[in-house]
């Protein structure tokens, strides 16, 4: 005669605290969105400098650099001395090449200041750049030969020779400003950037196996 058999245990399972092998691991939630605010304290903070000290130095080096127009007084015209030269453009490209080393030296000190800056610092030095390529063009002007020609020929006898007004021909050329600084800083972040480390998925054990081994049956 068979011996009675103890009856199965009905009672619902407790879950025991511990490591579950069977438990599907929870996704983690992603980081939240950049902090807005912050990037645009930060944009500000990198736009002002920027602008101010690109507008200066380029307003400086341009005009002492760049070649001057001679004017001739006759009569009452004012002729250029040397109708065939290329003073006018040698303005403007002196203008374009002194603004991408200032953008360059630009672009490379925000990254040294602010290699975490993030987006702000970026939109902040382009948007600082663009401005101090514009304020480099009117100190250049203003400190500059006067535009005031009719003042300036009756305080002259006939025969003289003066400088024309410093002018930019082809507004592009302020564009040089700003592109020199975001390339040196792309660069600078390609080569020499931090980047944050993604966080890895955790790995999920087959269903059919435990960390035993291969389930019985």
């Not at 250049?140 to 002259?156: C, F, V, Y």
């Not at 998925?201 to 059919?208: D, E, G």
């Amino acid at each position: 005669m068979d011996s009675p058999q103890p009856a199965p245990d009905d009672r619902p399972t407790v879950p025991q605290p511990g490591h579950d092998p069977w438990a599907v691991p929870v996704a983690t939630p992603r980081a939240g969105g950049p902090d807005w605010g912050r990037e645009i304290r930060t944009g500000l903070l990198v736009a002002v400098p920027v602008a101010l000290l690109t507008g200066v130095a380029l307003g400086l080096l341009w005009l002492w650099r760049a070649p001057r127009i001679p004017l001739e007084l006759r009569g009452q015209d004012v002729l250029l001395v040397n109708s065939e030269g290329q003073q006018a453009i040698a303005a403007d490209g002196v203008f374009l090449l002194l603004g991408l080393g200032v953008g360059a030296v630009a672009g490379v000190l925000t990254f040294l200041l602010r290699r975490d800056g993030g987006v702000g610092a970026v939109l902040g030095l382009a948007l600082g750049a663009v401005l101090g390529a514009w304020l480099a063009w009117q100190l250049g002007m203003l400190l500059g030969p006067s535009d005031d020609l009719l003042a300036r020929i009756a305080e002259l006898e006939q025969g003289a020779i003066f400088d024309a007004p410093l002018r930019l021909g082809a507004k592009s050329v302020l564009l040089g400003l700003p592109f020199g600084a975001l390339l040196a800083h792309l660069l600078c972040f390609a080569g020499f950037g931090t980047r944050p480390e993604r966080p890895r998925p955790a790995a999920q054990l087959p269903r059919w196996e435990t960390p035993a081994g291969p389930a019985a049956g």
